[in-house]
């Protein structure tokens, strides 16, 4: 009998292998496969190049030396044991250049056939769509792998040649990215723009007609005015007020508005950002979830397509399943005119990634999943099906009134609108509301009094800081970096304290600054937007089989070396030479030498290797120093008044300070990422701290009152 179970064993047919990512991506796809299929997961990358060298033969073309991701060998070998076992292997990775190389790097490390069609991509989690990738599995894409292989090698040539530089001349918590170090740039020049900006006078106006109607000045001498600045004008249009004005135009207008487009990566993270307050890399984690799966009585399913997409595409099928839905909830006239019709279906759920972000199924509707999905799940699964919604949605019509009038080459523009058809206002308006109301009895020709000037004076506001949401959006019409990244480089900023957030808006710190600084005079490619969005544009066609990812790094490279060569020179130059400052050294022999370190510059005694007397310099001064802003007189620097300032000014924040309310102890100045702050000196048994805002002044810590 136990003989011929074992024989049955051994006869028994082997199972096909699927590696994903993920283990919850794993554990959706293996209760739709079924019992003939094992999935397991790869947990992302198990190769990459090393940490602890650049790992790229840049004299050899620039040919990479992958090694297995420590703590990745426990995972490496259990799938090489299940590779053994299997009849037929699935690479299964995520549906873009990055999947496509974690399966290209997966397929090495099993030494599998390059020629196999062991590649499958699908855009959802769902049963349709999994089956029929398994259906047309294709060879792994190795123009997608060189596009993401020439990305990986171009950041690790300026992250590992540019980095250990910054440490000697700015700090250790420093790093340079090609395209985080450009983001930044944007940032410190917005903030200069900011600083820089001299505001000027202008008048705003706008004129009451007959008592009930309020045009805007639209335009004088048959130029449009947008603000007044000129006092001239605003005189002349003061002239006629209570004067009758002859109406030029009083037309109907016929205006359609379109509904917005489905969601893609980098309007994801935008209205994220803006409508629930998710960051970037919060956004992608919550959307990862959701794609992989959840848990819904007893059954995985995933709940969104795939979320790192540069496309508003969407499958017929998916428009298909939106049609039906509208029909049945909103009505045929509600229908998108894109709709197709069911003769026009097509397979395109199979093999495409190029598809816009939206939900697997229409029916799955926000309101019956509360009690399966988290409150961050439950956010942003309702933005991004509502979103799908009305992007199929009918555009919303409406008539437009417009009324200019006239009087001695001065004009007052004004309009209403009537929605005649709401559309997709039914379940959304845009933040830009159409003005409403009802149309006057006006005609061209008639006369219509200017009762009263409602003039407002007021001066030009400096450009806003940018937002997370702001920023992803100037990245992207820039051609800089791509979505998929923006979290990363956002991340990055916070991480490292080039910025700090000042309600949720970007504010550079000194750091950011020094780094900015240093990077714009040394390494100017770099730090070019152009140079950067045409190197994107060069992956892409990479991707495209259009270029050859050697050149392109070669031709980069051979720029970026010679800046890095000659920064070296430099760095090395200052490490060796002697700069003297004024200031006095606390031993009483001399005068103070600058240096640079990895921790940033500071004064070392001249009788360092006896004494041991060191002192850092403020933040402040550093920046000053990256700017080559410190005046240099007879070959010394020039450091002693800016130090006694930055001195003083901590002496006067410490007077007010007094000492610490908790323990008693007095305060000391600390800097941090949020700028200046009061630290107790009884740290750490003590750990008050207080703030310091911009102009210097102790914030006191709001007490919250006790509920009576």
Request: proline residues 4%; hydrophobic residues 35%.
């Amino acid at each position: 009998m136990e003989r011929d179970r074992v024989m049955a064993r051994k006869k028994s047919p082997k199972k096909n292998l699927v590696i994903v990512e993920s283990p919850a991506k794993a554990k959706t796809i293996e209760k739709i496969l079924g019992s003939n299929f094992n999935v397991t997961a790869s947990f992302g990358h198990i190769r990459d190049l090393p940490k602890s060298t650049l790992g790229v033969d840049v004299e050899n073309g620039f040919k990479p030396n992958y090694s297995t991701i420590r703590g990745k060998g426990e995972i490496t070998k259990a799938l090489k044991e299940l590779a053994k076992k299997s009849d037929k292997i699935y690479l299964a990775s995520d549906p873009d250049r990055e999947g496509e190389a974690i399966a290209w790097h997966i397929a090495h490390t099993l030494k599998l056939d390059e020629n196999e069609n062991n590649r499958i991509e699908f855009n959802e989690i769902t049963s349709s769509a999994i089956r029929e990738a398994i259906k047309h599995p294709r060879k792994i894409d190795t123009d997608k792998v060189n596009a993401q292989q020439a990305r990986r090698i171009l950041d690790r040539l300026v992250g590992y040649g540019i980095s250990p530089l910054l440490w000697k001349t700015i700090s250790a918590n420093t790093s340079a990215g090609r395209v985080q170090s450009v983001a930044l740039k944007l940032i410190c020049d917005l903030e200069d723009t900011i600083k820089n900006f001299i505001p000027e006078k202008f008048w705003d106006i706008k004129g009451k007609f007959n008592d009930k109607l309020e045009l805007v000045l639209y335009k004088i001498d048959e130029q449009k005015i947008d603000k007044v600045k000129d006092e001239e004008l605003v005189k002349r249009v003061k002239n006629l007020e209570k004067e009758n004005f002859s109406v030029e135009s009083a037309k109907v207008n016929k205006k359609v508005k379109n509904p917005p487009l489905p969601l893609k990566t980098s309007t994801l993270q935008q209205l994220a950002s803006s409508y629930l307050g998710f960051s970037a890399s919060k956004t992608m984690r919550v959307a990862q979830g959701l794609y992989e799966g959840i848990n819904i009585d007893g059954t995985h399913k995933g709940l969104i397509t795939y979320m790192r997409t540069d496309s508003t595409r969407i499958s017929e099928e998916a428009k298909e399943s939106a049609k039906d839905y509208i029909l049945k909830n909103f009505g045929k006239e509600y229908l998108g005119k894109d709709a197709p019709k069911k003769s026009e279906k097509k397979q395109e759920n199979v093999q495409d990634a190029h598809e816009g972000v939206r939900p697997t199924d229409i029916n799955y509707e926000p309101k019956n999943l509360s009690k399966y999905l988290d409150k961050d799940q439950m956010k942003l699964y309702t933005l991004i099906w509502e979103r799908f919604l009305i992007s199929q949605l009918a555009p919303m019509k409406y008539d437009q009134f417009e009324l200019i009038c006239e009087k001695e080459k001065v004009q007052f523009r004004g309009v209403l609108n009537k929605i005649t058809f709401d559309g997709y206002y039914k379940i959304f308006k845009d933040e830009d509301e159409i003005p409403l109301g009802d149309f006057p009895d006006i005609k061209a020709g008639d006369s219509m009094k200017l009762s009263k000037l409602l003039i407002k004076e007021d001066y030009t506001k400096p450009p806003a800081r940018l937002t997370e949401s702001s920023l992803i959006k100037k990245l992207e019409a820039d051609g800089i970096g791509r979505p998929s990244t923006y979290a990363t480089i956002i991340d990055t900023l916070k991480k490292r304290e080039y910025v700090s957030l000042k309600g949720k808006s970007f504010v550079p710190t000194e750091l950011g600054y020094e780094v900015k600084y240093v990077l714009n005079e040394h390494f100017p490619d770099i730090m070019n937007e152009k140079f950067t969005a045409d190197l994107e544009n060069k992956l892409d066609e990479i991707a495209e089989g259009k270029e050859n990812w050697q050149k392109i790094l070669e031709k980069f490279y051979k720029g970026l070396s010679k800046n890095i060569d000659k920064y070296k020179t430099e760095v090395e130059k200052d490490e060796n030479k002697i700069i003297v400052s004024d200031v006095e050294c606390p031993c009483g022999s001399g005068y103070m030498i600058l240096k640079n370190g990895r921790f940033g510059s500071y004064l070392e005694s001249e009788n360092y290797a006896e004494d041991n007397i060191r002192e850092p310099l403020p933040s402040e001064i550093r920046k000053l120093l990256a700017q080559g802003a410190v005046e240099e007189k007879d070959g010394v620097v020039l450091l002693n008044e800016k130090i006694k300032a930055v001195k003083d000014e901590e002496a006067r924040i410490l007077s007010k300070a007094g000492v610490c309310e908790k323990c008693g102890k007095p305060f000391k100045v600390g800097r941090g990422r949020w700028g200046k702050f009061l630290a107790c000196t009884g740290y750490p048994e003590c750990r008050n701290i207080k703030k310091i805002d911009a102009e210097g002044n102790i914030v006191e810590p709001k007490t919250k009152e006790k509920k009576k």
